[in-house]
């Protein structure tokens, strides 16, 4: 079993910068790939970012419309993730949960891929 605790979580102005962090217990992260979901009033929960477990090349991935604005990172040893997140938009408003997957197969967008979730954390960006 893996716990998940995301924290950070606040109300910020358009064009801030705010950094979400990921806290695991129970099990190492390193043995799993980590990503970062959103789900916003009404919306499915949608992908945000993810770290895969290995350190390629591709190691990290981004949906679309985060490209260049968020930034994904582990630390394996402090058994961490963190999502860097800067020229905030309202449209990014929305709860951000972390998750943990152990698969190496499958979709890493698909939200039913991942094993372990966390409780989210309310991000709200205001005009």
């Known amino acids: 079993q893996v716990q998940l605790v995301e924290s950070g979580g606040g109300l910020v102005q358009v064009g801030d910068s705010l950094r979400l962090s990921c806290t695991a217990s129970?099990?190492?992260?390193?043995?799993?790939?980590m990503g970062w979901f959103r789900q916003a009033p009404g919306k499915e929960r949608e992908f945000v970012a993810y770290?895969?477990?290995?350190?390629?090349?591709?190691?990290?991935l981004y949906t679309d419309s985060v490209k260049g604005r968020f930034t994904i990172s582990r630390d394996n040893a402090r058994n961490t993730v963190s999502l860097q997140m800067s020229s905030l938009k309202p449209e990014d408003t929305a709860v951000y949960f972390c998750?943990?997957?152990?698969?190496?197969?499958?979709?890493?967008?698909?939200?039913?891929?991942?094993?372990?979730w966390g409780q989210g954390t309310q991000v709200t960006v205001s005009s």
């Open positions: 770290f895969s477990r290995n350190r390629s090349p591709r190691s990290t």
């Open positions: 998750a943990a997957r152990s698969s190496y197969a499958g979709d890493y967008r698909s939200r039913t891929e991942y094993d372990y």
């Open positions: 129970g099990r190492s992260i390193a043995q799993y790939g």
